[in-house]
């Protein structure tokens, strides 16, 4: 007879004796998965968070909006978009990103170059997905075309997002000059 405190012999020499029942292992494994699962739902917040206050304008990247002086409404224009990464490193270019504010002023379409996806509307934002890379010190370019919906000084904003976290962002102030469309009746 073995008291309490001795350990019973083993039966085969080459095997272990199991040492937590099968309800004891499965509910290790459970909490092990649902702490997994924390885990991996911080991470995710953190991300979320990061990207929608951490975005900031980056010294390495700037965009610039090229358009004409003044454009009539109604009538198409080019808009070109520059962006050039004064980094040591190249960067590669995930989307253009046009504000709400702009896009109720101005129609933007046929963009140049073709983005690899469609066009996204997002909160507050129209996106065109890119993948270009922009070696340190080079640039990117491209065009819309662009109309003006009314008459005014039209203003909105612009962003070049590139990277993934920290995410560089450019952005530009857009403003254009509108002047009613020609009057027809004459």
């Known amino acids: 007879m073995s008291t309490p405190h001795e350990r019973e012999p083993l039966t085969d020499p080459g095997t272990r004796r199991r040492s937590w029942s099968a309800p004891a292992q499965a509910a290790v494994g459970c909490g092990a998965g649902c702490g997994l699962l924390v885990l991996l739902e911080a991470v995710v917040l953190w991300v979320i968070i990061a990207v929608a206050f951490g975005s900031a304008a980056s010294p390495d990247l700037t965009l610039t909006a090229d358009l004409p002086e003044s454009v009539r409404v109604g009538q198409t224009f080019p808009l070109r978009i520059v962006v050039i990464n004064h980094g040591t490193r190249a960067v590669t270019l995930q989307s253009l990103v046009a504000r709400q504010n702009l896009l109720r002023l101005v129609r933007l379409s046929n963009p140049r170059p073709v983005p690899i996806r469609s066009s996204m509307d997002v909160v507050g934002a129209r996106m065109w997905p890119y993948a270009a890379t922009i070696p340190a010190g080079g640039r990117w370019?491209?065009?819309?075309?662009?109309?003006?919906?009314?008459?005014?000084?039209?203003?909105?904003?612009?962003?070049?997002?590139?990277?993934?976290?920290?995410?560089?962002i450019a952005y530009e102030p857009v403003v254009i000059r509108a002047a009613p469309a020609p009057d027809r009746r004459r």
């Open 141 to 168: 370019i491209a065009e819309f075309t662009a109309e003006a919906r009314r008459a005014g000084t039209l203003s909105g904003g612009l962003e070049a997002q590139a990277g993934i976290l920290p995410s560089p």
